[in-house]
């Protein structure tokens, strides 16, 4: 294997994570003055002000989260499953019922079923 070819690779995904921040960035510039102005009659706005509009979004509906994706928080709900004895899987069904306000109906995704 070559040596050189995993920091090429880290690179080309760095470089088309920023063009396509850029790219939508336009997109977004474009669409909002193709339509914005003339719907509720609002200014035009800059490729800048589009970019910060992308990172204003971001931060506002998504939130600023770090450390693990979402992958690694449904293997720790399998794990943790995995690992309840029945007795604790009747209780979290109970509270689940309890809480909801409908029966809890089956084993979260992924979670190996009972025998």
């Given at each position: 294997?070559?040596?050189?070819?995993?920091?090429?690779?880290?690179?080309?995904?760095?470089?088309?994570?920023?063009?396509?921040?850029?790219?939508?960035s336009l997109i977004v510039m474009l669409l909002w003055n193709a339509l914005m102005p003339d719907i509720f009659g609002m200014r035009?706005?800059?490729?800048?002000?589009?970019?910060?509009?992308?990172?204003?979004?971001?931060?506002?509906?998504?939130?600023?989260?770090?450390?693990?994706?979402?992958?690694?928080?449904?293997?720790?709900?399998?794990?943790?499953?995995?690992?309840?004895?029945?007795?604790?899987?009747?209780?979290?069904?109970?509270?689940?019922?309890?809480?909801?306000?409908?029966?809890?109906?089956?084993?979260?995704?992924?979670?190996?079923?009972?025998?």
């Open positions: 294997m070559n040596r050189n070819f995993r920091p090429r690779k880290i690179a080309r995904i760095i470089t088309m994570v920023i063009v396509g921040i850029l790219g939508f035009l706005i800059s490729y800048w002000q589009a970019l910060g509009l992308l990172i204003l979004s971001k931060i506002l509906f998504t939130g600023m989260r770090g450390g693990p994706g979402r992958g690694w928080r449904k293997e720790a709900i399998r794990d943790k499953w995995a690992n309840m004895t029945p007795e604790e899987r009747e209780r979290f069904k109970e509270e689940w019922s309890r809480r909801c306000g409908k029966p809890f109906t089956g084993n979260p995704p992924g979670a190996p079923t009972q025998a």
